[in-house]
């Protein structure tokens, strides 16, 4: 079957560095995205690996390891606006997405 | 540009009605979809199109249907409408499937009584 996981919920404070994982496991793979989705609105993009390591833009980064069926997603220098929902999203054969993480951020 | 947007923004229906939600995109993208979010989850697709013309089922197709007459339209059709069908509906629409740089409308808010 097809599937991803990862976590409902993580809490961090304002200015801390933040990772959220997402493992996999599809039918054929081309690549991993990741989504933000602030309460009440649309997702919007934030990156895509296709190949394994590294993809840095601004304050997030995200990495892709094919071999271990496993990404994350690692915010920087946090700010208040990033609390929102983190969706990973799997293309294999069809576009798959996860539940989503909740990203709560403390002063 | 636009982007992509969505009407209506929010319906309510009772059981057994039917519905048309319309999107529309200005990108000139080939692929459009149509999804549905449920509280607490993630996306599902329920179909989507390649192309003009064309059209797929997702993961959860069971009490829609769709048509792409227009390459920057893509129609969401609920013939008989049920209180599973409670959700947010949001569409997309990308240039290249692979890249998946997926572009969304703002959602309609659809209750089903």
């Known amino acids: 079957g097809q599937s991803l996981e990862q976590p409902s919920e993580v809490t961090a404070v304002e200015g801390a560095i933040v990772q959220i994982n997402c493992t996999y496991q599809?039918?054929?793979?081309?690549?991993l995205s990741w989504y933000q989705q602030h309460d009440g609105g649309a997702p919007t993009f934030l990156s895509y690996?296709?190949l394994d390591g590294l993809e840095e833009t601004g304050r997030f980064s995200s990495f892709l390891s094919r071999s271990d069926s496993y990404g994350y997603l690692l915010l920087q220098e946090l700010q208040m606006k990033d609390s929102a929902s983190y969706f990973c999203a799997v293309r294999g054969y069809q576009l798959i997405w996860g539940a989503g993480t909740k990203l709560i951020i403390k002063p | 540009n636009a982007g992509v947007t969505q009407t209506p923004k929010f319906r309510v229906l009772k059981t057994g009605q039917s519905m048309t939600l319309l999107c529309a995109q200005d990108?000139?993208?080939?692929?459009m979809y149509w999804y549905r979010q449920d509280p607490g989850m993630g996306l599902r697709l329920i179909h989507y199109s390649v192309g003009e013309g064309t059209t797929a089922k997702g993961e959860v197709p069971d009490g829609y249907n769709v048509s792409r007459l227009k390459k920057q339209n893509f129609l969401l059709g609920l013939e008989s409408a049920a209180p599973s069908q409670t959700s947010v509906y949001f569409c997309a629409s990308s240039g290249q499937a692979r890249t998946d740089t997926q572009y969304f409308g703002p959602g309609t808010r659809l209750t089903v009584l």
């Open positions: 990108m000139n993208h080939e692929y």
């Open positions: 690996n296709a």
């Open positions: 599809t039918s054929g793979f081309y690549g």
